[in-house]
């Protein structure tokens, strides 16, 4: 029988279903492994052929651990809540949970045809109230927790309201608000139970407070950076401002620096971990007060900068047009200035504002500080390049020292002073390493070490700095104003936030009649007709943002159907963390940095064993479209006529390039009926061919249905079959680096199926398999792919093996091995590649049905790799005369015996007498005549 790809296929997809084969305990004997994808938002695309990357290599991961005596974890499931199901509400009407539930049956047909070994009596769904019941659960922990420096971890906020019933705030070392404090125990008994509660919020880990959010009108919602895109919303390009809300947050700068001491322990691709350094950006240096005596006695700005050493150069305090005291600040000349210049600012985007270092703009506001060192006056500016979010909001400007500085102080026609003897004044990079100081009273000659550590002590001397440490990262905007996302479980009594009663969880997302804010600008949960806590108390309106359900669902999986808690204990300390993580780098600074400080919470709570969620974790590239193109003629007016030319005569003609579907294009040639029903106006095309084909142009580009270039894999599997494209998918390149698609060389990898499979069977397709002993030569080639898979695999080089199966194919057809000891084994080495066609033969081999699975990955023995014979090359006079195989373990005597004894070297000797024989072990044997 020849193969049959679509009945093979479909065959082991139903098996494994029914049989649930990769069903897996928490409990085993086995080793645990834990792999895991970065799981899909399902939109209503569904797959293009780059999508399974990622989840093709992991799988082949899955099932190679299992061949190794592994209890393998590999689970699958889904993002649901987001943007673009909410999107598509606004515009049908149709309620986003019936669009995520078609796009999600959808994704589901697709990866299993594909043939991946997961687990899906664990699939979660973020949407789903059974699972973000927890999601819920966990943000009730945040809000009850805060962050004790002196232990370092996170701790009930119980703990902190003991402290201060006993001892006020005294000795509290927290992460919290600049705001908070102080007080006696006495005082903290008499204040209100609603001033309580206003001063524990400045301490939760979960809390509620204005800041300053990536707007966006046109999606009537706050976005985070990493959605916001040279200024406008990632997805549907619409304008993005600044703009000051009430919003939760998470208080994940406290995590700093243990997220990045955690960067250290875990395996992760270089420039990912370098990402998320920046991000969280550690800057040691110093904090230095100026004071500001107009706004009253003991009133001052604060700075932090890391040179400190620069603070006789300063000529200006610029503060983030945002900054909390521009408005008592400004003076009344300047008022109109100030606002007209905020309000400009608003329109950008934070990243915007960092971008271009040469964009000068600001205002100044008519106030002036008290440099601490030299009594002097310094004007107190606003710009732009100075964020609220980073260090205070405000920076002390040196010209001579950084280069923004400096392009402001040109502009702005304020003093620049040398700092250094080795300083040049045109704004280049700071030369004061170099250099000595001058211009100062306590630090002149001094090399640069030496400066800071005086300054530091004089500003600490004088209360009016000290040593600090400054985090580039601010803590996470939580609040989405969405209708598709989790309800926050907290209502409002008296304006101050308090939690529903956890049995009450889920809160569920109530009806609305249209997914848009209100009339009234609130979110679209406030369309809800008396969805009211109580029926009394208003609910948060705002729900949670769409990484919150992503930030801890790898330990849902871990145990799906537990009701009583996220995942008992038992599930936990048995799987403990993920082993293998593969997903893309776009997550980097966002989904894997919140997912870190999640873990991290859940261990500091007594929740969760590892302080890391993921040991390895791999990037895999983007699998790139390949565009067609056809060529329009143009007229002589420059207007397209329905004329097309082939790729090597465009050059003759006057042309136009126009994208093509590529699944209407075989090996880069037009199917010309096709085209001609692939838009209306193209019914009446005609065509100037070369050799009688219509050859069309190529590109690499992102795949794109806006490119024609989308390639979907139901197409290719129903053509070539899931093995093969698993197969070729691994073949285009390796797993990290970006490739383009191109279906023009997948026919190889079918080919080699199609080979593979004539082993077992004879030229009238009958399965026919020997039980007769291997040759050397074929144990050769199965030990060769043994060690060659087994190490490609451990190091995720999965390209290399799948040319590797071919050679070994190729080499066993070459010498007519059809031997049931090689083939079963090979079977087995392959069945992680091409799942579907090992089956069904180690099924023809006379194996239990459904078992392979679970056999064990063939033992490698380098024995049959070392070579016990050589092909000499055997010369006359230094001239090649023939090749002869002799034992390795030969010596000279037995050559030469043996090569004189042969009737080649004979004919060629024609009699003579040998004068001596050159012989060189494993290498050559020449006569000499």
Not at 332 to 353: F, H, M, N, V
Not at 576 to 592: C, F, K, M, P, W
Not at 676 to 692: I, M
Not at 901 to 918: H, M, T
Request: net charge negative.
């Amino acid at each position: 029988m020849d193969y049959h790809h679509r009945a093979i296929e479909k065959k082991w997809q139903k098996y494994w279903a029914e049989h649930h084969t990769f069903r897996v305990d928490n409990t085993s004997e086995k080793p645990k492994y834990y792999v895991l994808d970065m799981f899909p938002y399902p939109s209503g695309a569904g797959l293009h052929v780059g999508h399974p990357l990622g989840y093709i290599a992991s799988d082949i991961f899955a099932r190679y651990k299992r061949l190794k005596g592994f209890n393998v974890l590999h689970p699958m499931g889904y993002d649901s809540f987001g943007l673009p199901a909410e999107q598509y509400a606004i515009q049908t009407g149709q309620h986003p949970a019936v669009t995520t539930e078609a796009n999600i049956k959808r994704y589901r047909e697709q990866l299993d045809n594909i043939g991946f070994s997961f687990d899906w009596s664990r699939e979660v769904r973020t949407s789903d109230p059974s699972y973000y019941k927890w999601t819920q659960w966990i943000f009730m922990r945040l809000f009850d927790a805060w962050y004790n420096r002196l232990s370092d971890r996170a701790e009930p906020i119980s703990s902190l309201i003991a402290h201060f019933e006993s001892h006020g705030s005294k000795d509290v070392r927290a992460v919290c608000d600049d705001d908070v404090r102080s007080f006696t125990a006495h005082e903290w008994g008499v204040f209100s139970a609603a001033e309580k509660q206003l001063e524990l919020l400045k301490y939760r880990l979960a809390y509620l407070r204005e800041s300053t959010v990536n707007w966006c009108p046109a999606l009537g919602t706050v976005l985070a950076n990493d959605e916001v895109v040279n200024g406008v919303s990632e997805r549907g390009g619409y304008p993005v401002e600044q703009k000051k809300m009430m919003q939760w947050s998470m208080r994940i700068t406290a995590y700093a620096e243990r997220l990045l001491n955690g960067l250290a322990t875990i395996d992760w691709p270089e420039p990912l971990v370098e990402m998320q350094r920046n991000w969280i950006g550690k800057s040691i240096g110093a904090s230095v007060r100026f004071d500001v005596p107009t706004l009253g006695d003991g009133e001052y700005i604060e700075v932090f900068t890391t040179r400190v050493d620069t603070i006789y150069g300063v000529n200006a305090l610029v503060l983030a047009p945002e900054h909390e005291w521009v408005s008592r600040l400004t003076t009344p000349g300047q008022q109109a200035e100030i606002a007209a210049y905020i309000a400009q600012t608003q329109k950008k985007s934070e990243l915007d504002r960092m971008a271009d270092v040469r964009a000068v703009s600001g205002a100044f506001t008519g106030s002036h500080a008290v440099h601490p060192l030299t009594g002097k006056d310094v004007p107190i500016w606003i710009a732009d390049y100075v964020l609220a979010g980073y260090g205070t909001g405000a920076v002390m400007a040196v010209p001579s020292g950084d280069q923004r500085d400096y392009l402001f102080s040109t502009h702005f026609g304020l003093p620049i002073v040398a700092i250094s003897d080795a300083q040049q004044l045109d704004g280049q990079a700071d030369s004061t390493k170099e250099g000595r100081y001058i211009n100062s009273d306590i630090i002149n000659g001094l090399a640069y070490q030496e400066a800071v550590d005086v300054l530091i002590a004089k500003l600490e001397e004088i209360g009016a700095g000290k040593a600090t440490i400054n985090y580039r990262m601010r803590d996470a905007i939580f609040g989405r104003q969405r209708y598709w996302g989790e309800p926050v479980p907290v209502y409002f009594d008296g304006g101050l936030p308090k939690l529903i009663e956890e049995a009450e969880l889920p809160l569920l997302l109530p009806d609305v009649d249209k997914y848009l804010p209100t009339e009234t600008g609130e979110p679209p949960l406030g369309r809800s007709k008396g969805w009211k806590y109580r029926g009394e108390f208003e609910y948060e309106l705002s729900t949670m943002p769409g990484w919150a359900g992503s930030s801890w669902y790898w330990y849902r999986y871990m145990d799906t159907q537990n009701s009583r808690e996220f995942a008992s204990a038992e599930a936990i300390n048995y799987w403990r963390d993920v082993d293998l993580y593969i997903g893309g780098s776009e997550h980097a600074t966002g989904h894997l940095l919140y997912s870190r400080f999640w873990n991290k919470f859940l261990k500091d709570m007594g929740y969760v064993p590892e302080e890391e969620p993921f040991k390895k974790l791999i990037n895999q590239g983007m699998i790139q479209g390949r565009s067609n193109f056809v060529y329009r003629v143009l007229d002589a007016q420059g207007k397209g006529t329905n004329t097309f030319v082939s790729y090597g005569l465009k050059d003759e003609y006057r042309t136009i390039p126009l994208h093509v579907d590529v699944n209407i294009v075989s090996n880069d040639v037009l199917n010309l009926e096709k085209f001609r029903q692939f838009r209306p106006d193209f019914a009446d095309a005609e065509f100037v061919l070369e050799n009688g084909k219509y050859v069309c142009g190529h590109e690499v580009e992102k795949m794109s249905k806006s490119k024609y270039n989308v390639v979907n894999p139901d197409d290719i599997i129903d053509q070539y079959g899931a093995d093969t494209l698993r197969m070729y998918e691994m073949f285009l390149g390796p797993l990290e680096q970006s490739k383009p698609w191109n279906t023009n060389g997948i026919e190889g990898v079918y080919k080699f199926l199609r080979k593979l499979w004539k082993l077992f069977h004879d030229a009238s397709g009958n399965f026919a398999v020997s039980d007769t002993a291997p040759t050397k030569a074929e144990w050769k080639a199965l030990h060769k792919i043994i060690k060659k898979v087994e190490e490609d695999i451990e190091r995720f080089s999965f390209n290399t093996s799948v040319s590797s199966f071919m050679i070994c194919v190729n080499e066993l057809t070459d010498l007519k091995c059809n031997k049931r000891a090689i083939l079963q084994d090979l079977t087995v080495v392959l069945h992680s590649y091409a799942p579907h066609i090992t089956e069904e033969l180690w099924g023809l081999l006379g194996n239990e049905p459904g078992t392979l699975s679970y056999a064990a990955y063939p033992a490698f023995n380098p024995d049959y790799l070392v070579e016990s014979e050589f092909s000499y090359p055997v010369s006359v006079n230094g001239k090649t005369r023939t090749n002869l195989i002799l034992p390795l373990d030969m010596d000279q005597p037995e050559v030469e015996r043996a090569v004189l004894a042969n009737e080649d070297v004979q004919r060629y000797l024609d009699g003579k007498p040998v004068r001596k024989v050159i012989f060189v072990k494993g290498r050559i044997v020449n006569v000499v005549v």
